[in-house]
Each structure stands twice: as C-alpha cells, then as structure tokens.
Nanobody
Framework: QVQLVESGGGLVQAGGSLRLSCAAS????????NGWFRQAPGTEREFVAA????????YYADSVKGRFTISRDNAKNTMYLQMNSLKPEDTAVYYC?????????????????WGQGTQVTVSS
C-alpha cells in the first residue's frame, strides 16, 4: 500500500511559479513510477507528467513541456512538480499517482494509488 499526499497548490498570477510536492508513505515508494495529473471543472482528468522509479526517465504532456519539471527524491519518499510560466489554462486540481506495473503512464487506469489533490489557480 502507498498513501500519497499532495501539497503546494495555491493562487498565482499568470507567469508565476509554484512547486507541488507529493509525499508518499511506505518503504516501496522507490519501486513505483509516479505521475501528475490534473482535472479542471467539467473535464476529464488528464496526464501532466510522469517519472520512472529511478528518476532517469521523464514524460510530459505537450501542453506543459518546457514549463513544468517533474523530479523525485526517493530518500525523502517525495515527488515534485515545478511549474513555471503558469497560464490560466493550467488552473485545475492536481493529483499525484503511483503505478506499480509497466505501461505508457499516460492514462489514469495505469495507476494504482492516488492522492486527494491540491488546487492550483492561475489568475490572468
């Protein structure tokens, strides 16, 4: 079992930055691929970024490539999402997730565990 808790969300002006954190419980955190997803009101949850268990491979949605950076610190059982040059369309609830199996990591059904989400609001 892995429990995930997100933090770091908030209100920021367009062009600003935020860093989200995802703290995990359990000693097996370093064996999971982890991802960030987001969901705006009235939309489906969408892929944002993912990182392999070692941190050696990262994946990004085209909409955030070059602006967001995913990273992890397995010693601290924590994953991060550094978000720069934020836009109003980045406004959403952001969720972290953990996947125990192999896959593309682009889809919600590939993940076994989810956090409760943290709100990010970008004002124009």
């Amino acid at each position: 079992q892995v429990q995930l808790v997100e933090s770091g969300g908030g209100l920021v002006q367009a062009g600003g930055s935020l860093r989200l954190s995802c703290a995990a419980s359990g000693r097996t955190f370093s064996t999971y691929t982890n991802g960030w997803f987001r969901q705006a009101p009235g939309t489906e949850r969408e892929f944002v970024a993912a990182i392999s268990w070692s941190g050696g491979s990262t994946y990004y949605a085209d909409s955030v490539k070059g602006r967001f950076t995913i990273s992890r610190d397995n010693a601290k059982n924590t994953m991060y999402l550094q978000m720069n040059s934020l836009k109003p369309e980045d406004t959403a609830v952001y969720y972290c997730a953990a996947a125990s199996g192999r896959g593309t990591y682009f889809y919600t059904w590939e993940y076994d565990y989810w956090g409760q989400g943290t709100q990010v609001t970008v004002s124009s």
